[in-house]
T-cell receptor
Framework: SQTIHQWPATLVQPVGSPLSLECTVEGTSNPNLYWYRQAAGRGLQLLFYSVGIGQISSEVPQNLSASRPQDRQFILSSKKLLLSDSGFYLC???????????FGPGTRLTVL | AQSVAQPEDQVNVAEGNPLTVKCTYSVSGNPYLFWYVQYPNRGLQFLLKYITGDNLVKGSYGFEAEFNKSQTSFHLKKPSALVSDSALYFCAVYSGSARQLTFGSGTQLTVLP
């Protein structure tokens, strides 16, 4: 069966510090991968998605970037965090774009 | 452009009563429709989906949803609510033209004992 991991589970970082969040998927090959941000416990904002190694599409211009160095690894990064980067970050995978997305447990990021 | 509306931010229901969480959508082309549930500080869990076929879709934990093409709705239902059903529920739609899943704003369901 497939599983998706995210770490760390929680993170508190000062403004201006770098960020690296990692997501890995097991039990499937060549998945579509997604990064979402959820602010204030509500709506989901799609940040990035990837259909293959090195292929990243950005949905919202911002302070963040994403990379996919391996087939089942998706990394969310920032060089300098802003207060507005605080939120709950969710990684998800699907077989194809139209298929069910399966979500990881999330990372709670607080920028102080 | 595709969109999803969840008109109720909050739904309260007594335990044992039927529950409905509403969702309407707008897409060009045939929709793929999904329901997810989120418990506090957790990721979203898939409940059910509609792609084609029978308009009544059955999913996990006793939930079901009815696809209504004329009303462009996909309401989530359960015959008898449990306190443990209290959570945040998201409706989502995918269409070929947009190529991405669009989520509604979420509905907080509270089941009162």
């Amino acid at each position: 069966s497939q599983t998706i991991h995210q770490w760390p589970a929680t993170l508190v970082q000062p403004v201006g510090s770098p960020l690296s969040l990692e997501c890995t998927v097991e039990g499937t090959s060549n998945p579509n991968l997604y990064w979402y941000r959820q602010a204030a416990g509500r709506g989901l904002q799609l940040l990035f998605y990837s259909v293959g190694i090195g292929q990243i599409s950005s949905e919202v211009p911002q302070n963040l970037s994403a990379s996919r160095p391996q087939d089942r690894q998706f990394i969310l990064s920032s060089k300098k965090l802003l207060l507005s980067d605080s939120g709950f970050y969710l990684c998800a995978w699907s077989v194809q774009s139209r298929d069910t997305q399966y979500f990881g447990p999330g990372t709670r990021l607080t920028v102080l | 452009a595709q969109s999803v509306a969840q008109p109720e931010d909050q739904v309260n229901v007594a335990e044992g009563n039927p529950l409905t969480v509403k969702c309407t959508y707008s897409v060009s082309g045939n929709p793929y429709l999904f329901w997810y549930v989120q418990y506090p500080n957790r990721g979203l869990q898939f409940l059910l989906k509609y792609i084609t076929g029978d308009n009544l879709v059955k999913g996990s934990y006793g939930f079901e949803a009815e696809f209504n093409k004329s009303q462009t709705s996909f309401h989530l239902k359960k015959p008898s609510a449990l306190v443990s059903d209290s959570a945040l529920y998201f409706c989502a739609v995918y269409s070929g033209s947009a190529r991405q899943l669009t989520f509604g704003s979420g509905t907080q369901l509270t089941v009162l004992p």
